[in-house]
């Protein structure tokens, strides 16, 4: 293992975190939609977000990645789920892992133990992201108002992920389902995009899943 100052960055004495969409009281939000919205939103919040960077032509760091995640390495524009976690490509060298709210210190340990003494660098930038997750049958009506990017499923098909000017700003559009698609944004940009959903899905209807 790399001799990397690997820390708990969560807060284990019961210090309250929040989300950035905590102002919005999503949660009172529940069931006061219009019935069958053709759009739902669910903030996925607090969950562990690491950038992981190295040689993704070196067998040796593929194979550790797989080791410590059971997550083959997904290739160009391409994010795998498993369960609650996913690894997304975000460039030649490097990818985003995404895993449920306190395992990211766990999940980095992992992978150091796994990638040995390999030129790596793991980075948790959990307070910096989150996601939205959209589903419905008009989410793909809401993306075309949004951006110039082309989601037709023969071009965005599920298990693709794009980096892209989305509503005059940028941001990651995942489609990880049948219907069901994440917009992984910067915190400070989440009011801007939760006030861009309600005005661009009013037309379709718009509820809020816990």
Known sequence: MTAANVYQQRPTTGAKAESSLHHADLASLVGKGRKNAGVTVREKK??????????????????GVHKALGIELPGALQVI???ETSLQ?????????????????AAE???????GDL??????????????ELSGPNVRDVLMKSTSYDVHPDNFPVGKA?????????????????????LLIRRSFSDYWWLWLQDASAEFGLSVQA
């Open 119 to 132: 030129h790596i660098q793991i980075v948790n930038v959990s307070g910096g992201q989150q996601i939205l």
């Open 81 to 83: 789920v498993k369960g």
């Open 162 to 182: 794009v980096g892209t000017v989305f509503a005059k700003s940028q941001l990651v559009i995942r489609h990880t389902a049948q219907d069901t698609w994440e």
């Open 89 to 105: 490509w975000l460039g030649p060298d490097e990818w985003l892992l995404i895993v449920p709210s306190g395992e990211e210190f």
């Open 46 to 63: 607090l969950l562990g977000h690491l950038t992981i960077r190295g040689d993704g032509h070196d067998a040796a760091f593929a194979a």
């Open 109 to 115: 340990q992992n992978l150091r133990a796994a990638l």
